[in-house]
């Protein structure tokens, strides 16, 4: 006989705040409505910050941020698993332990994880649900730039009104994974046939654009646009006026000074060799925007250092990554990537090429009048999606 206990169903998405719930099975030796209370909090921290496994038991992914673990279910997983997790009952420390493996919950507009824990010396079982809180950032309300045919033409557009939210990150394989063990249909099957040998905690690439679509609509969202990408990776010029229309779209995302970045004095240069910048300038310029003369380094995944003022990361370098545009069809490409030197063009806010969908050779992709630095028959083109109220 199971009894349903609710603790909360406050729910606010994309801003970082999950909810949780729980079913307790009526045994012997019962948890206080307080203790539970302790058991769902401290989870529930956990998985939004991915704090504890400082010796790395779970942690074990040498190419990915620490925050690639906040609401990875996986994680929690393993720190269950493991029995590292501790709490306090009764004045005493209380390890919990999982009872069963997470299930993966789709709804129309986030998603959400159960889990089955026990703690120690108690019979009961906790069945615990987890949203994923950590997946998008909100696009402040004001005027922006949508930048139109490589930088020549500025459009002015506003979302006063409309509340849009888009993923931080680029669609990983394990996603997709758990998209065709939910969904099991025809595209789901075919976006995972692509990607079952690769590396599962790694970025998307290689879908057509009907799946990508299929997959961001399984989330409740669209793919991400061409304007709205321009919005949340181009610095406004004040960020405390939402009202202004002063739109002078700097070159990079991270900043409004242009001059006052390495990217720029590099691009400046008649010439470039990687040779006339220190090292240590070289690696933290990979930090941000992951070129071609960053291949000897680790493409790190879910960078905190690759990120935008919106919140939103690999913004620059890395993959391509599709954008839907329809306004400027032959521009849906994100070009800044480990494919051009920092030299090129290509690394700088609105620069974009355009990929057919038929392919991933060069036959398929579109860049002129810019060279790249990397050519070859499989160019990585990733993917994230939005969503609007």
């Not at 349903?4 to 019962?30: A, M, P, R």
């Not at 006063?160 to 394990?174: E, S």
């Not at 969904?183 to 654009?209: E, F, H, P, R, W």
């Amino acid at each position: 006989m199971f009894k349903k206990i609710i603790l909360t169903t406050i729910l606010i998405l994309s801003v970082g705040v999950g909810y949780w719930g729980f079913t307790k099975l009526q045994t012997k030796k019962t948890l206080s409505p307080d203790q539970i209370e302790e058991i769902a909090s401290t989870l529930k921290f956990e998985w939004e910050n991915a704090r504890l496994d400082k010796e790395g038991q779970c942690k074990t992914l040498s190419y990915v941020d620490d925050q690639y673990y906040q609401c990875f279910p996986e994680y929690l997983q393993c720190l269950l698993e493991k029995k590292l997790v501790n709490v306090y009952l009764d004045k005493k420390v209380k390890t919990l332990s999982l009872v069963q493996g997470y299930s993966y919950h789709q709804m129309p507009s986030f998603r959400y994880y159960d889990f089955v824990v026990k703690a120690q010396d108690y019979d009961e079982e906790l069945q615990l649900s987890f949203v994923d809180s950590c997946q998008e950032t909100y696009v402040p309300q004001r005027y922006y730039p949508f930048m139109a045919n490589k930088r020549e033409v500025t459009i002015s557009w506003d979302n006063f009104n409309r509340n849009l939210f888009v993923d931080k990150f680029h669609v990983q394989n394990w996603e997709v994974k758990n998209w065709k063990n939910l969904a099991n249909d025809k595209l789901s099957k075919s976006a995972y046939k692509k990607i079952k040998d690769k590396n599962l905690y790694s970025y998307t690439y290689g879908l057509s654009v009907e799946e990508m679509e299929a997959y961001c609509r399984f989330q409740g969202k669209s793919l991400l646009t061409a304007r709205v990408f321009d919005a949340i990776s181009i610095h406004p010029e004040d960020l405390t006026d939402n009202t202004t229309k002063y739109l002078r779209a700097p070159l990079y995302p991270w900043t409004r000074k242009n001059t006052k970045t390495l990217l720029n004095k590099i691009q400046r240069m008649k010439e470039f060799h990687v040779e006339e910048i220190k090292e240590e300038e070289r690696l933290s310029l990979c930090e941000k925007s992951y070129s071609s003369e960053c291949l000897d380094q680790n493409y790190i995944q879910k960078d905190s250092r690759n990120v935008s003022w919106a919140g939103v990361y690999q913004i620059f370098g890395g993959p391509f990554e599709y954008l839907r545009n329809i306004i400027h069809p032959s521009e849906n490409l994100k070009l800044s990537s480990f494919y051009f030197s920092w030299h090129s063009k290509a690394h700088q806010n609105g620069m974009r090429g355009y990929w057919d969908g038929e392919g991933y050779g060069l036959n398929n992709i579109a860049f002129d009048p810019l060279r790249a630095d990397k050519l070859t028959n499989d160019y990585r083109i990733a993917f994230r999606c939005m969503r609007s109220l």
